[in-house]
């Protein structure tokens, strides 16, 4: 067999998290009955006409800035014609001729070291509504919520050449989009959708093969599955002399393959022309600088600064810098000066913890940096023992208050009284002879017993080192 | 004296003034309809119900000093593809025979906040597609002057209605000309501002790049009037744009008999050479006759690119149109085919029995000339024609002020002509098409009769934003010309 080479671009489109859509004042927010966040715009009444959400051309523009884009200065929207019932007027407004962003790159890190993949361009456009099949009714329904939300379609060049490139490079995308709060970017909830470009060449050969489409692979697993498995047909019908058809392709990712996907409307073409209803788009020097001005501190840099800064370990670093909200969380604890260290932890810990059972990602973390610090703080005076943290850390979870307030109104704070904690433990000693026998044999790890049954009596107002320390003490003295 | 005997602004002054309420000038024009539209039949919808609940509301707040502008009071007709809430607006389209509209076209909202009472939608060439409004699904509107003849088009119902005294006031749409033909046809003073003067928001788009709303009135003054009343900046139109020079009324109002001394009005060769009728002409050389009386400077000019004009306007606003009328597809309102299977069967059934003959041409039209392969070759051509010849009436505007041109080639034609020859009912709209490319204001005055009793109107064109020129310039004709006839059908009695 031939040695083949795998040549993949993709189309990325993200939805931007601006509040309104990108031609009305309708809510972009999810969820809501259907057809509630509509208005004559972005339900193709007749008449009705677009307005540019400004917020849209400043995300786009910044995510072109930060993959070394050429911003287009004086740009246009087009319409692209089609029919399908999500898209109310029957044209989607995009654009074709004059995107905002093109000729851009970013740097990607690959086991074979540093590759650079290219960016052909960056286009504004609208997303479509949804389409729900009634089988009780048995008729569709159309629900227009998300017709108007504003997404960004990054196209790269065919510059990757496995799954590791593909993963690495959506994973930088994601971050820097991420950082700039242009979207949260979830895969998994279509915020960012992937479309692979896959073709198949005999090693060293200069043209391109003919290349598949693969649609909306909803997760990295998926995506990297997808292509091992598009790669493989390929070369598969290349070796049994056949040709690759170029078509779209759609990924089951249930029963692992591909298969054809039915197309939105039986000729493709698109009829493309400058959307007349829109003025052409003119970005000055002005607004760009404005851009570059509130350009962020990217994950690298970040990474960065914290090694150079922090006593942290490199996982610690890369788990806290993966959602831009934890990296603005964990600095802005240790900006009220809570230890580092423990902060990664918490943070890299218990808070993770809590998100996931929430079922939410990093981002989405909204606990006020200052609870934190205090929590943290609390724990660093012996004032609460790390158990009793955790749990006064989930009450504030659910219901956002002081730390401090809530301790004390719970009474959860350590007794400093020795004398209290010296008579429970010789109760604990008295009512377990069984627990100081198995000790005096030599289980030492009986203390652990004694240590718990002490801390139950405490009402856990106690510090487990503190009562260890005073219970060896007593049970040596026996 | 008959309520559509007033001018707009005499029936408000007369409202408020006290001498008439606005249930009685609304009542009036719904009798005049009841009298004569079986014949006329400018209108697709009138709502009287509603008129008469419109008129009392507006009667308590004009009583209650909240509204005192010059048109308080005044019924205004709308032409049928201008948005209307809760009133049937069906751009004359079995498409949208069955339309209602969520919320008022800025221009509706605008003459609402005015005082005016819109209670009617008048008959127009289907979606705007037509020079003679015998595309409307409802049937044709006949010209007052002469019910064998058309009104023109597409805004035939608006003008038709001014004309024989079934309105006091009427806005229309003009795309290609379609104000200021119907206009000339009718003996009615109709204008097309600068583009972007007033909002297409809530207009059915036929060329989105093209389309202006406009007044259709009695006189020059009620057009002033009526444009500053929808005129100004709308945020919900991208296109529209914000000038402050849109008090055209008081600007005319101070503009004294020698007006015009000094003006130079040119008249381009190449409107005036074959194809014009003959007695077009006369009353187009008469009317270069009152405006030079009234101490303007009348001569020959050049424009190029005349015999461009029809051809890229027919290829921009049909690839516009085509794309613009897509929405129409049964799925969300309007018209949808009975029996079909599937999607594309309902697509192709629903669009195929929705609209008529012209609206489905135009749509083939354009969809050809901005499929790939043809794209290059007719639209961006086109598109690179429009620009020439926005930059041949800059080289005019260089040296003159204004232009004057027939608004057509002829007086109104007779009803069944014009359809048959869809190629001949565009090359006549050689006069106005060449304005909207250019975007520039146009206005058409009633200048004179063919022997025949036909109305002509005489067209004067401006440079962008040079409404106050015109205005000036179609005062002084008026007033030279002196009043103008009315049809027979204007007096008959209600």
Redesign the interface.
């Known amino acids: 067999m031939k040695e083949y080479e795998t040549v993949i671009g993709l189309e990325v489109h993200v939805e931007l998290a601006t509040k309104t859509k990108i031609f009305c004042g309708c809510s972009t927010a999810f969820g809501g009955a259907p057809n509630t966040h509509t208005c004559?715009v972005c339900?193709?009444?007749?008449?009705?006409?677009?307005?540019?959400n400004r917020k849209v051309v400043e995300y786009a523009a910044s995510v072109g800035l930060a993959t070394h884009c050429e911003i287009t200065r004086y740009g246009r929207f087009d319409?692209k014609?089609y029919?399908y019932?999500d898209n109310?007027?029957?044209?989607q407004i995009s654009q074709l001729y004059l995107p905002i962003c093109r000729n851009g790159y970013v740097d990607i890190e690959t086991p074979e070291g540093s590759r650079r993949v290219g960016i052909h361009e960056i286009h504004m456009e609208e997303d479509a509504g949804k389409l729900i099949h009634d089988d009780f009714l048995d008729c569709s329904l159309?629900d227009y919520n998300r017709s108007g939300v504003p997404l960004i379609e990054t196209v790269s060049e065919p510059d990757m050449r496995s799954a590791d490139d593909v993963i690495a490079y959506l994973e930088k995308l994601r971050m820097t989009i991420q950082y700039l709060g242009a979207s949260d970017c979830k895969l998994q909830e279509g915020s960012m959708r992937a479309d692979v470009n896959l073709s198949v060449r005999e090693k060293g050969a200069e043209k391109l093969g003919t290349r598949a489409e693969m649609k909306n692979i909803n997760s990295f697993r998926a995506i990297a599955r997808a292509i091992d498995y598009e790669r493989a047909r390929q070369i598969d019908v290349l070796e049994s002399g056949g040709s690759v058809v170029q078509e779209t392709l759609r990924w089951d990712d249930t029963a692992g393959y591909t298969y054809p996907m039915r197309s939105k409307e039986?000729a493709k073409?698109y009829?493309?022309?400058p959307e007349?209803?829109?003025?052409p788009l003119v970005i000055s020097d002005e607004f760009l600088d404005q851009l570059r001005q509130q350009m962020p501190e990217f994950r690298e840099e970040k990474m960065e600064r914290y090694r150079r800064s922090y006593d942290l370990t490199e996982s610690e670093i890369e788990q806290i810098t993966s959602a831009r909200r934890m990296a603005d969380l964990f600095e802005a604890v240790v900006d009220l000066g809570a230890d580092p260290r423990e902060t990664a932890k918490w943070l890299n810990g218990d808070i993770l913890r809590l998100l996931k059972e929430e079922g939410k990602s990093a981002n989405d973390v909204s606990l006020p940096p200052v609870y934190l610090a205090k929590l943290i703080q609390l724990v660093g005076a012996g004032t609460i023992n790390r158990n009793t943290a955790k749990s006064v850390l989930e009450a504030i979870w659910k219901d956002p208050q002081d730390p401090e307030v809530y301790v004390q109104e719970h009474g959860l704070a350590i007794v400093p009284d020795n004398g209290a904690l010296e008579k429970v433990i010789e109760e604990v000693i008295a009512a377990n002879p069984k627990s100081v026998a198995d000790w005096k044999s030599g289980k030492k790890k009986a203390v652990g017993f004694l240590v718990g049954q002490t801390m139950k009596a405490m009402k856990g107002k106690a510090d487990p080192a503190a009562v260890n320390r005073m219970l060896s003490e007593k049970l040596a003295r026996l | 004296m008959k309520i559509t005997e007033y001018t707009a602004r005499e029936l408000s002054a007369a409202i408020r003034g006290g001498d008439m309420t606005v249930p009685e000038a609304v009542s009036g024009v719904l009798t005049e309809i009841r009298a004569k539209d079986k014949e006329v039949h400018a209108y697709v919808t009138v709502n009287e119900d509603d008129a008469m609940r419109q008129a009392e509301n507006v009667q308590k707040r004009i009583e209650a000093g909240e509204l005192t502008g010059p048109l308080a009071g005044v019924p205004v007709a709308v032409k049928d593809n201008?948005?209307t809430n809760g009133l049937k607006?069906t751009?004359s389209s079995r498409m949208?025979g069955n339309?209602v509209?969520?919320?008022d076209?800025e221009a509706v909202t605008r003459m609402r906040q005015a005082g005016m009472v819109v209670f009617g939608k008048t008959n127009m060439d289907e979606f705007a597609m037509g020079s003679t409004t015998e595309t409307s699904f409802f049937g044709p509107t006949k010209n007052p002057w002469n019910e064998e003849h058309v009104p023109g088009g597409s805004s035939g119902g608006s003008c038709a209605a001014v004309a024989a005294g079934e309105a006091v006031i009427a806005v229309g749409s003009d795309t290609g000309g379609s104000i200021r033909q119907p206009s000339s046809y009718c003996g009615v003073t109709g204008m097309k501002p600068t583009y972007g003067t007033v909002s297409?928001?809530?207009?059915?788009?036929y060329?989105?790049?093209l389309d202006q709303i406009g007044p259709v009135a009695k006189d020059v003054t009620d057009c002033a009037l009526l444009l500053e009343t929808i005129a100004g900046h709308d945020?919900?139109?991208?296109?529209s744009i914000a000038r402050k020079d849109t008090d055209f009324s008081e600007r005319l109002s101070a503009a004294s008999e020698a007006d015009l001394a000094g003006m130079r009005i040119g008249l381009p060769r190449d409107y005036y050479g074959d194809g014009l009728d003959e007695e077009v002409r006369k009353v187009m050389e008469d009317a270069a006759a009152m405006l030079r009386t009234r101490g303007a400077v009348v001569e020959p000019c050049d424009l190029g690119l005349v015999k461009y004009a029809i051809p890229a306007y027919y290829i921009i606003a049909c690839?516009?149109a085509?794309?613009n009328l897509?929405?129409?597809?049964g799925?969300?309102?309007g018209y949808r085919a009975e029996d079909y299977e599937g999607?594309?069967d309902m697509?192709r059934k629903t669009r195929s029995q929705g609209f008529g003959p012209e609206v489905r041409r135009r749509i083939m039209l354009g969809?050809f000339v901005?499929?790939?392969g043809y794209?290059d070759a007719y639209?961006l051509k086109a598109l690179r024609t429009k620009a020439l010849i926005k930059a041949e009436f800059d080289k005019v505007f260089r040296d003159y002020d204004l232009i004057l041109a027939p608004a057509a080639p002829t007086a109104a034609p007779k009803i069944g002509t014009s359809l048959q020859d869809p190629l001949k009912m565009y090359l006549s709209d050689i006069y106005t098409v060449s304005v909207n490319l250019a975007g520039l204001p146009g206005m058409t005055v009633p200048a004179g009769l063919t022997r025949d009793g036909l109305p002509v109107g005489a067209q004067l064109i401006g440079d962008c934003f040079a409404e106050e020129k015109i205005f000036r310039a179609a005062l002084q004709l008026e007033k030279e010309r002196g009043a103008f006839g009315r049809p027979a059908i204007f007096v008959k009695g209600a």
């Open positions: 004559p339900t193709g009444m007749p008449g009705s006409l677009p307005v540019l319409r014609n029919f019932p109310p007027q029957n044209y159309v039986d073409d009829r493309y022309f007349p209803d829109l003025v | 201008i948005c607006t751009c949208l339309f509209p969520p919320y076209a297409r928001y809530g207009l059915i788009a060329g989105s790049s945020r919900k139109d991208s296109t690839a516009e085509s794309s897509e929405r129409f597809d799925v969300k309102y999607l594309h697509y969809s901005l499929s790939s794209y639209y």
